[in-house]
């Protein structure tokens, strides 16, 4: 029996939810299945998704960095920040010394920034887009988040193409609206793709409606697993991979070795013959100490 608990790396192409997109996976690996962040609509790229046990484990991916290839255009901003709204406002085309200045003065580092308010971000208990739709005035609240990078792709005016390296919880739309205004401007995003999330590529992304090209690299989760920041190995005896299918955690006497680093903290728990069995939290003796997902369940070892 294969076990439905994958760790996938999918293509969204423009103009599908992330939640269409998931769709195809449904159908072909699993009706459980997450993911470590979604894109609009507009935006196209690689998507992290998780599907059975692995669902669980969010918390292993929520700190990492992402990459973008933002398109803004200058001169107009719109109601979403996004080519699907309307126009808000308007005002003139900077220079690309402008540009150039701005980014390298004011979005570098951690800046403070707003989310759009067509965001699905809470607001006194409400999403605000819901808000937003319903002409209410959405007064978003700031929040820190880092600017690795920024690299001037190509500008043809009012049309920058740039790349972004960012920390999680930035919102590219918000970005391209606040360097617009840096520079005297106005600017939405026309397109965006996700490059990069963490140590996974969009060049490694597949097409999720190829359903075998899917099933297979499925079966390559636990080898992406283990590139994942501060995530060890851990190997156990026979008895210990027993005790794991009933949610039972391995004592020290049943690792038969570890390949952990001192700022790991995670692992995956692996039997003799080389299967995933869990995915753990450790403590600072290398030790399991917490269940995220056991993938030994779904497969019966015994």
């Known amino acids: 029996m294969r076990s439905s608990s994958s760790l996938l790396l999918l293509y969204k192409p423009s103009g599908v939810t992330s939640f269409a997109s998931l769709k195809p996976v449904k159908r072909t690996i699993s009706k459980k299945v997450g993911h470590a962040g979604t894109l609009d609509k507009f935006a196209e790229g690689l998507m992290i998704v998780l599907t059975g046990t ?10 990492l960095d992402k990459r973008y290839i933002a398109t803004i255009l200058f001169g107009k901003e719109t109601s979403t920040l996004d080519p699907e709204g309307e126009v808000v406002a308007t005002a003139e085309v900077p220079s ?3 540009i150039s200045a701005v980014l390298e003065s004011q ?9 759009p ?10 999403r605000a887009y819901k808000m937003a739709r319903a002409g209410e005035e ?3 609240p700031t929040r820190k988040v880092t600017i690795h990078a920024l690299k001037i792709i190509s500008w043809s005016a009012p049309v920058l193409q740039l790349e972004v390296h960012c920390s999680k919880g930035t919102y590219i739309r918000s970005l ?8 005297g401007s106005k600017g939405h995003l026309t397109a965006l793709e996700r490059t990069a999330i963490g140590p996974y590529l969009v060049k490694e992304a ?8 899917l099933q297979l690299h499925g079966q390559e989760s636990a080898a992406r697993i ?3 920041p501060h995530i060890g190995s851990v190997v156990v005896d026979t008895k210990s991979a027993h005790r794991l299918t009933y949610g039972n955690l391995p004592k020290k006497n049943g690792i038969l070795r570890s390949d952990l680093h001192k700022d790991d903290e995670y692992a995956m728990i692996i039997d003799e013959e080389g299967i995933l069995l869990a995915i753990t939290g450790i403590d600072n003796q290398g030790i399991p100490n917490k269940v995220y997902a056991l993938p030994c369940m779904e497969k019966g070892i015994v």
């Open 226 to 228: 283990s590139r994942l």
């Open 138 to 140: 959405v007064e978003m």
């Open 117 to 126: 308010q067509y965001s699905a971000v809470h607001i006194d208990g409400k």
């Open 107 to 115: 979005f570098l580092g951690t800046i403070d920034q707003a989310p």
């Open 206 to 213: 597949i097409d999720p409606d190829d359903s075998e090209t």
């Open 96 to 98: 690309i010394d402008e």
């Open 176 to 183: 391209a609206r606040d360097i617009a205004i840096a520079c």
């Open 54 to 63: 692995f669902t669980k484990l969010n918390p292993l991916f929520s700190n």
